[in-house]
T-cell receptor, first 111, second 116 residues
Framework: GIQVEQSPPDLILQEGANSTLRCNFS?????LQWFHQNPWGQLINLFY???GTKQNGRLSATTVATERYSLLYISSSQTTDSGVYFC?????????????FGQGTILTVHP | NAGVTQTPKFQVLKTGQSMTLQCAQD?????MSWYRQDPGMGLRLIHY???????DQGEVPNGYNVSRSTTEDFPLRLLSAAPSQTSVYFC???????????????FGPGTRLTVL
């Protein structure tokens, strides 16, 4: 199946800083999503982005499908951005919904 | 809409006991799935369903059963609980995994299960 790797594993920022999280995947994808898991464990969908670029407020994401990576940008970070960010992908001929998750990036934003 | 709901929030079982984790969604989503999350790891797919009456296995299906008799409900059954099944279980749904515009997955709040 498809392999998903995220980097960095941990990231510590001061409030107001910008950051870039990376997701590499091993095969062509027909489904790629970014999620934020808050400190209370709730998983929130940030982007569905198998290709191209999307923006939502201070967050944006870009997927370069031909080079098999996706980037999540967080600008002007806030303490509420803390948590774990997951990239999940499906592809390589498998069902669109059979998402494989990366190990996540733990983001800590200090005031 | 309540979105995706899961019950119970917490459960403690003894080895060998059976139980059912409940998941329901009120968004008329075709696709539903179950994941488990172990400490320090990402989520792993247990079972999924593309519609009522249709289920299939994910990455880690052993020890779990599912059925989908209605669009709204997708229960997960632990047949004989083992300590290795101690985990947090998440249910998710999407409008339609087959349509590019309907693949965004929405998650329930999770069930924290401990097997002694």
């Amino acid at each position: 199946g498809i392999q998903v790797e995220q980097s960095p594993p941990d990231l510590i920022l001061q409030e107001g800083a910008n950051s870039t999280l990376r997701c590499n995947f091993s095969d062509s994808v027909n489904n790629l999503q970014w999620f934020h898991q808050n400190p209370w464990g709730q998983l929130i969908n940030l982007f569905y982005i198998p290709s191209g670029t999307k923006q939502n407020g201070r967050l944006s994401a870009t997927t370069v499908a031909t080079e098999r990576y996706s980037l999540l940008y967080i600008s002007s970070s806030q303490t509420t951005d803390s948590g774990v960010y997951f990239c999940a992908a499906a592809g390589g001929g498998t069902s669109y919904g059979k998402l494989t998750f990366g190990q996540g990036t733990i983001l800590t934003v200090h005031p | 809409n309540a979105g995706v709901t899961q019950t119970p929030k917490f459960q403690v079982l003894k080895t060998g006991q059976s139980m059912t984790l409940q998941c329901a969604q009120d968004m008329n989503h075709e696709y539903m799935s179950w994941y488990r999350q172990d400490p320090g790891m990402g989520l792993r797919l247990i079972h999924y369903s593309v519609g009522a009456g249709i289920t299939d296995q994910g990455e880690v299906p052993n020890g779990y059963n599912v059925s989908r008799s209605t669009t709204e409900d997708f229960p997960l059954r632990l047949l004989s609980a083992a300590p290795s099944q101690t985990s947090v279980y998440f249910c998710a749904s999407s409008y339609s995994a087959g349509l590019a515009g309907g693949r965004e997955q929405f998650f329930g709040p999770g069930t924290r299960l401990t097997v002694l």
